[in-house]
């Protein structure tokens, strides 16, 4: 057996792990502990040779999501890291596909689990003023996230001097350099200042009473968390007005993912926000949220209806069969797809579970209603030339809609996101068709419609 011993962070044992794999250590092999204190500031391994690492050559975003796992804290993610990390680099650089694997359905717990956390941290971080532009917030998260998540809030309140204390780990800002301290318990952070009164008026005007489940709200704002929320001592008051205030409200607000849209002009911004996104409830199913990707100065956007197994397991639109067939399609029509922007109408893979395999379902126009924020605001960063709608739920998110395909494609439509957009099919209604000669026909007008996308865009 050897004994890894590491500082308990997820670059201690990242480097911890790249001097096993060099040794040819098998996860069985290894025992997995934490120091803390001087004699573990970077990792080290205790029995094995850590000189020769070697560089991990694993699929795209798993060390990103072996990041947010490693924030998980118990059981210890560790030893299921590395076992995945060993997989995954002799023989099973596909393991991440075999969504029933233990050790995959496991990292996929955990990660959801983190993420979760880290959407709550966003939301229930409270500041308080100390002093002049000097804010200090203590929270209790779930995992130790306090150093992952850090970024998210110099973004949010970058010229602000914060302080974020949590009972593992703090985070402090200056306006310029971010530094992480020891944890700090809940007794050493500031509790009244004049910042509460201000979010409870916050709170008051946007508690929607219509929306209120007693029971969902202490799961989703934990009771443990009500002593740092200032808002926590109005609730019963505002519990008690509810009903009066849902007869003036009316019908009960839609489903949307307007409120988790940030005002920003920098994609990744909306990418990161769109991570955390619940404006529906496909989230609760889906493995993550897949995002649009590529140049940003293309002048072109291709929309897709929603991800598929492949994509909901990789992060990244159109990777599986529908993805390879458009690939195939655009090269035939001499465009590169590595100069499209492409991106979905639904973000999260809607499925209907069969067994092991996760059948794809159409989402409702209530869901793609709920997705359009995302797309919207990913055009106004954009401003494409043209949109190309693969399919009918891309052409009814792009405008606004129920469009009829057949009917309306083909052609360069005016539209209030770009200069003009294009309806066509979406690449797996070919791969649908039961009959071979009507699925030719139709690729070749597929080619015939690409091509002039082309020449449009000159
Ligand atoms: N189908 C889509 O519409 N989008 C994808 O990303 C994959 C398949």
């Not at 393991?95 to 359905?105: G, H």
């Not at 110099?154 to 602000?160: I, L, W």
């Not at 849902?246 to 991570?275: D, H, K, N, Q, Y």
């Not at 997705?371 to 709608?389: G, H, T």
């Amino acid at each position: 057996m050897i004994e890894a011993r590491f500082d308990g962070t997820w670059e201690g044992w990242r480097d911890t792990a790249r001097g096993l794999l060099a040794n040819e250590i098998r996860p069985q092999e290894v025992l997995w502990t934490q120091e803390t204190g001087q004699q573990a500031l970077s990792g080290i391994l205790a029995t094995v040779d850590t000189g020769t690492s070697v560089p991990l050559r694993v699929p795209r975003g798993f060390l990103e999501d072996a990041a947010v796992v490693a924030c998980h804290r118990s059981p210890e993610p560790w030893a299921v890291l590395y076992r995945l990390l060993y997989r995954l680099t002799h023989g099973e650089r596909h393991l991440l596909e075999v969504t029933s694997d233990k050790d995959v359905l496991e990292f996929r717990r955990m990660e959801k689990a983190v993420r979760r956390d880290i959407h709550k941290m966003h939301a229930f971080v409270r500041f308080r003023k100390t002093g002049e532009n000097r804010y200090v917030a203590w929270h209790r998260p779930d995992h130790r996230i306090a150093r992952i998540n850090a970024p998210f809030f110099v973004r949010r309140f970058g010229s602000m001097h914060w302080a974020i204390l949590t009972p593992d780990e703090s985070a402090y800002w200056d306006t310029q350099t971010l530094r992480f301290g020891p944890g700090v318990p809940r007794s050493e952070a500031p509790a009244q200042d004049d910042l509460e009164e201000l979010w409870r008026t916050y709170y008051a005007s946007v508690f929607n009473p219509a929306r209120v489940k007693v029971n969902a709200m202490v799961k989703e704002m934990a009771v443990r968390h009500w002593p740092t929320l200032p808002e926590a001592d109005i609730i019963p008051k505002l519990l008690a007005e509810a009903g009066t205030r849902v007869e003036v409200m009316g019908a009960a607000r839609r489903e949307s993912a307007a409120p988790f849209v940030p005002e920003t002009v920098e994609l990744p911004v909306l990418r990161e926000a769109a991570a955390v996104c619940e404006g529906c409830d496909l989230h609760r199913h889906a493995t993550r949220t897949v995002f649009g990707e590529g140049p940003l100065d293309g002048g072109v956007v291709f929309v897709g209806e929603q991800p598929g197994d492949l994509e909901d397991l990789a992060g990244r639109p159109f990777v599986g069969p529908a993805g390879q067939l458009l690939d195939e399609v655009l090269r035939e029509a001499g465009i590169d797809r590595e100069s499209l922007y492409i991106t979905n109408a639904v973000k999260h893979f809607k499925f209907e579970e069969r067994g092991k395999r996760r059948i794809h379902q159409t989402p409702r126009g209530v869901e793609i209603a709920a997705c359009r924020p995302w797309l919207e605001a990913e055009m106004k960063i954009l401003q494409p030339r043209l949109i190309v709608c693969l399919g009918a739920t891309a052409a009814q998110s792009v405008f606004g809609r129920a469009v009829r395909v057949n009917a309306e494609r083909g052609q360069f439509l005016p539209n209030h996101m770009a200069e003009a957009a294009f309806v066509t099919i979406h690449p797996s209604a070919l791969l649908r068709m039961p009959d071979p000669a009507m699925a030719a026909a139709e690729r070749s007008r597929f080619v015939e419609e690409l091509r002039r996308v082309r020449a449009w865009l000159g």
